[in-house]
């Protein structure tokens, strides 16, 4: 071990070997945070009563140094810095917050930890077995603080949550057995496990992050964050499940390779889930949950997101509360970064907003509260990206951030349907603003019935330009009776009729009355010529006598066509409307809470 | 259902072009006065 002090370095001695881990980091790594760069010197492993983690001291490019801790697949680099006002040891208390550089700190979590080994160079001496009380603090922005007290010594520093993406790392360890290098790991068996138990063994596959074993094999839950694996729980009542996505199981989900390391029941009530904790060396955790057949691609939050009431507020984004519940496991195997228990419980909250779901967890026995961010993924990804043989159950029932398939993405459908509308009335508008429907012709008719001397009633009259529609009104004085009037317009050039009938008549009593006096009847496609409209009355014997009056209007504006347009144009919208809400009504039987004022509408993908 | 939205879009602007020309050529639908003959002299009329 090489201490550094200022420039100098000294060697103080040998240190006991590191367990193996599946860390990308090595001394000599490089990397930025935000515009410096900065380089990997040494490092320290640390355990505290529930796992372990890594601390590397590192090198900046301005000659000053800093910690970049790794845990649970996120880092967080940070520089040596003391804040307005420190707190004592004795004044810890969780969730109690303070001012640093400004920035509103709270602290997450206090716990008692042990130097379990270290290489390189270091800011100080880590000898195994060295003790500390290490104070984690977390704000706004992604911002982290960890205070540490060592015996006289305090040493507080400042920097924030980064994943591994922005740190634009270089000169990395070949992982064994992923992206592209040969698993060196599983051909020398240094991350195999045996149970203590029944003696089955169990590779590790996130050795150094992982903290929890599942034996496959008895079930017991066994301790691995440090050397010989211990046991922690007994097997508890073995349950024959057979996950979906067999355990050691490759996957590309979102362009990144993840293998499926863990396995959870949960359960809330009657209601039980399961979720697959899958790993990657460099991105870290992330979770699939599995409810009824409904898949959500779960990852954890660095910023918390804001809860003004049933609202939670990510990147300007509402969410609205859905659920709470208690979640309790119920079946585990695998490995975790955590020490998983059965029957361990935690108060959730989810908050929706298709596709996306924000999930609170609260463990109060462990002090820890945790947000995540899901995405519903369809079954058929999952099956594709794991090569999964079968095909996923079919999803029960519509879940709570189910994208609605029949809202339309960023509304396209509604500004589809807007413009065609627009575009229809503003033909219809032209067009009727355009149509003369000028009166030709106008005539008044007396029909005895008795006559039979009587000569045809005949209106002449000239349709000019276009093809177009005419309209023949028909008017007569009718009191309680009848009149037929048989029409039939002559083509005087081509000889061409059309004939048609208009049936009048008008019945009334003291409070009431029925039929019209007046009908009107559109010609349509009505070609230019001169034209001849011969009647042909007939009438109620009771009044052999009847006035009526006939009109011709030609070029008049006809606006069935258009009403007509307009329902066939409104019917797929309204069906997708309909679909949309019932949708909605299904997701919304499921929820807890009101969901006045939202709207449901899909977001893109690669937001 | 995504697909559906460019048929949607084709389906509306085939109305809109209907609509412009049943305009333009004086159409009516369902109008049973479409039909034409060009026999004179032999037209009927019917009576209730």
Redesign the interface.
Known sequence: MVVREGVEVALIGKTSSLPPDISPIQIGTQGRFGNTAFTVLGRVRLKWRLGAWTEWFVEFGDNTTGWMAEAQGFFMVSRAETPENLPRQNDLQRSAGFNWRGVPMTMADVKEVVVDGCEGELPYAAPPGRESLSVDLTGPNSAFACIEYSGAEVRTFFGRYCTFEELEFSNLRPVPGWFGNPPLAHETGVNAVNCPRCGSVSELKAPGSTVTLVCGSCGSVLDVASGDAQIITEAAKKLNIQPFIPLGTRGTLFGVEYEAIGFLQRADGPYTWFEYLLFNPHVGYTWLVNYKGHWNFVERLLNFPDEVGNIAVLEGRPYRLFLRGTATVRYVVGEFYWRVNFDEKAQTADYVRPPYILSKEDYPELQEVTWSRGQYVEGEQIQLAFKIPKASPEPVGVYMNQPN??V??GG??GA??TA?LA??IL??IV?VG??RNQLVAEQNFTFDSGDTNQTTAVIEFEVKG?????KVTSFAGLQNS?L?L?Y?L?NVK????????E?LEYYYGPDWSEGSQRKS??????EPGKYQLII?P?CDPKTPIVRYDVAVKT?VP?W???I??LL??LA?PTY?FGRSAAFEQKRQAESDYDSHGFTTELEDDDE | MKNGHPLFTIFGLLLCGYLATSHARGWLLFSSLGSKHTTPGQHTFVHK
Do not use: H, M
Not at chain 1, 466 to 470: H, L, M, Y
């Open positions: 398939p029949y339309t993405k396209f459908l589809t349907t065609l575009l229809l033909i219809q067009s355009r149509a276009k093809p177009q529609a005419v009848w037929d048989g039939e002559l081509t000889g061409e009729r059309r004939d048609f009938l049936g009847t559109v010609i349509p496609a009505v042909d007939d070029d006809v069935r066509n258009f007509f347009c066939l144009l797929y997708r």
